[in-house]
């Protein structure tokens, strides 16, 4: 059985759907390995425009498995100093390739999010949820740092220091109408809507050209790790220019002028 199943709901949209339901979709080292090379295969699909990523069963992703990350042959290999090291690594390096993923991706939470799992929406560009999903940095109450896998950088920036401050250090659950509040969420559906809704929204971004949607993207991440305004609207002044010159550009101004729909090439 996969433990990621790889999906296309709609024309140009893949979805990533963890499966592992009977385990809250926690983290293994196989899920871990299958959702790598998923998010690789993205990478590569020029016909994908959006990434969906949600759960199977109640669970979006409950964070490490505690029980066993099923690496015991690696452990013995490397030692455990080195394997354990390694395992963080190949966990955190999930919230960078959601980031840095060519395409928009969009977090469908439908149920429980915590520690990793928390990581895995935190690092997706649109993150939406089901009225029943639960959220926890949950690292602090499992006796780990609760700053892991990106979260004391990515959660600050999205929900501002003092809320991030309080959700880290007490390692509280919060629902989603909490979430949707502070702006770790911008929807909430009914659980049976929720992926209609996403791919409402894939679709409205596939209104957009291509190169201009990846450029969005990566200019609002850079963005955000930028120290100043002057660097920032310099590297747009970089983002302009190169969509300026697509003949997508054209296309888009050309449609608009006779009022009908893009046809977009990807370049």
């Known amino acids: 059985m ?28 196989q899920l871990v390995g299958e959702l790598t090379a998923a998010l690789e295969r993205v990478e590569r699909d020029r016909d994908c425009r959006v990434l ?49 993923l060519r395409q928009p991706v969009i977090a469908a939470v439908n149920g429980a999010a915590a520690g990793g799992g928390l ?24 006796g780990f740092s609760a700053c892991d896998l990106g979260t004391s950088w990515l959660l600050p920036r999205i929900v501002g220091a003092g809320r991030a401050h309080e959700l880290m250090l007490t390692g509280r659950r919060f629902d989603a109408a909490e979430a949707l509040r502070i702006g770790l969420l911008t929807e909430v559906h009914a659980p049976a809507q929720l992926l209609p ?24 991440w850079i963005a955000m790790a930028t120290a100043n305004l002057a660097a920032t609207i310099e590297f747009e002044n970089r983002q302009q220019v190169l ?14 002028l006779a009022k009908r729909p893009p046809q977009y090439r990807n370049r």
């Open 2 to 29: 996969a433990l990621v199943e790889v999906s296309t709901p709609a024309d140009g949209v893949l979805q990533l759907t963890l499966n592992r339901p009977d385990a809250l979709n926690t983290l293994t080292h």
């Open 52 to 100: 969906v990523i949600t759960g199977a069963g109640r669970a979006f992703c409950a964070g490490l498995e505690l029980s066993g990350y099923g690496d015991d042959e690696l452990v013995e290999d490397e030692g455990e100093l080195r394997r354990t090291l390694d395992r963080q690594r190949e966990i955190a390096n999930l919230t960078l390739r959601l980031q840095t």
């Open 119 to 142: 990581a895995l929406v935190l690092g997706s560009d649109i993150r939406i949820a089901a009225e029943g999903a639960i959220f926890a940095v949950s690292f602090i109450r499992a």
């Open 197 to 220: 809704a996403a791919l409402a929204k894939a679709e409205q971004i596939k209104l957009n050209a291509p190169f201009s949607v990846e450029l969005t993207k990566q200019a609002m």
């Open 243 to 256: 969509t300026a010159l697509t003949d997508d550009q054209s296309e888009a101004v050309a449609a608009f």
